[in-house]
């Protein structure tokens, strides 16, 4: 495989990886990063419409933004992570958004966790012995569930494209 056909793929890990990090600090994920990885799609359906299966992919993002908008509807989930996962699960098409729908949401629950669990000691004060938990957890009400879309677009795209093989 020639160097030109990761850079989709590495493109995007480092679009997902942004979107992880400014979660993780400012706890937003900004609109540009949802829209580049959406114009990333749009470049790979131009240059490859018949392995980018365009309506289906189209489809399955919408398909997802109505079940998360849903959630952000009543409060369980913030509109940043609602948009980044619609346009992952575009990037993933049908054949990998399962995948990549399993892979986020075991991290996101390995994420919240040792979070909720944090906030439930810090809250008691029962024992010190827990200290070692990360402290970020306490300070925001928000869960950073982009590292998790992060985390499962990233590996999900990369098997779709062949850089990567199970």
């Known amino acids: 495989m020639s160097l030109t056909a990761h850079i989709p793929v590495l493109l995007a890990v480092g679009l997902f990886l942004f979107a992880a990090v400014n979660d993780l600090r400012e706890r937003r994920i900004p609109n540009w990063v949802s829209l580049a990885l959406l114009a990333l ?79 439930l000691v810090m809250r008691v004060r029962l024992l010190t012995l827990w200290d070692w938990i990360p402290a970020w957890s306490v300070k925001h009400e928000k869960l950073p569930y982009g590292v998790a879309i992060a985390l499962g677009g990233s590996v999900c795209f990369a098997l779709r494209m062949g850089t990567i093989s199970l």
Request: overall charge neutral; glycine content about 10%; cysteine-free.
């Open 41 to 119: 799609y749009a470049a790979l359906a131009l240059a490859e419409p018949e392995k980018m299966l365009i309506w289906q992919s189209l489809l399955t993002g919408l398909a997802v933004f109505a079940v998360l908008f849903g959630l952000f509807h009543f409060g369980y989930m913030g509109g940043g992570d609602v948009k980044l996962w619609s346009v992952a699960a575009v990037l993933m098409g049908p054949h990998y958004v399962v995948p990549m729908l399993l892979l986020t949401t075991l991290t996101g629950l390995a994420i919240a966790l040792p979070y909720y669990l944090s906030r």
